[in-house]
């Protein structure tokens, strides 16, 4: 079976500052992995992804992450954090078996930035 | 993912009535996902169809939830005589295609039942 931890429920950070979001995940099979990006009262929209080649991951508005297999580990980073980067982050797994996609969600981390 | 739409954004509910959710996939995609979204919790697969057919329900409460999408027309979400435990916000996506393609989100409908 699949499963996403995420580390730290809330992460705060101080506008300019490195922005670190950690997920550790469980798979049977080599996985694909997302990050996803909700704004209040939206849907997610995605950051990037992983799912075969390089293990570092760039994606949008500066963000990228590293899939490292030896520690289960998909972490989101971002070197300067923007105002604009306050939001709720979620690292999600899929197993991709039966050739669909079935995402399976860690509980998110929100993100707060501070002048 | 703007091009997915959803409505209602917001529906209300009794207690016993029935609520009706419709996803519009965007243009192309024939590949719908249901997930529900609980207060201060992440996203849970409930259902992925393809036009006419339910590939995986196995994330669907046995009763009184069921999903279609037709041919022609939008998925619908349909729950049945909902309780208070169905208020949630409630996500579709959809994708072209089955494999790890991206999945597009739609702006979700957010239920509350009184």
């Known amino acids: 079976a699949q499963s996403v931890t995420q580390l730290g429920s809330h992460v705060s950070v101080s506008e300019g500052a490195l922005v670190l979001l950690r997920c550790n995940y469980s798979?049977?099979?080599?996985?694909?992995l997302f990050w996803y990006v909700q704004y209040p009262n939206q849907g997610l929209q995605l950051l990037l992804k992983y799912t075969t080649g390089a293990t570092l991951v760039k994606g949008i508005n500066g963000f990228e992450a590293e899939f490292k297999k030896s520690e289960t580990s998909f972490h989101l980073t971002k070197p300067s954090a923007h105002m604009s980067d306050a939001a709720e982050y979620f690292c999600a797994v899929t197993p991709f078996s039966g050739g669909y996609n079935k995402l399976i969600f860690g509980a998110g981390t929100r993100l707060a930035v501070h002048p | 993912n703007a091009g997915v739409m959803q409505n209602p954004r917001h529906l209300v509910r009794r207690r016993g009535q029935e609520a009706r959710l419709r996803c519009s996939p965007m243009k192309g995609h024939s590949h719908v996902y249901w997930y529900r979204q609980l207060p201060e919790e992440g996203l849970k697969f409930m259902v992925y169809?393809?036009?006419?057919?339910?590939?995986?329900e196995s994330g669907m409460p046995k009763e009184r939830f069921s999903a279609e999408f037709p041919k022609e027309g939008p998925s619908i979400l349909r729950i049945q005589q909902v309780v208070r435990g169905d208020s949630a916000a409630y996500f579709c996506a959809s994708s072209p295609a089955g494999g790890p393609d991206t999945q597009y989100f739609g702006p979700g409908t957010r239920l509350t039942v009184l």
């Open positions: 798979s049977s099979v080599p996985p694909y």
């Open positions: 169809l393809q036009k006419e057919n339910i590939i995986d």
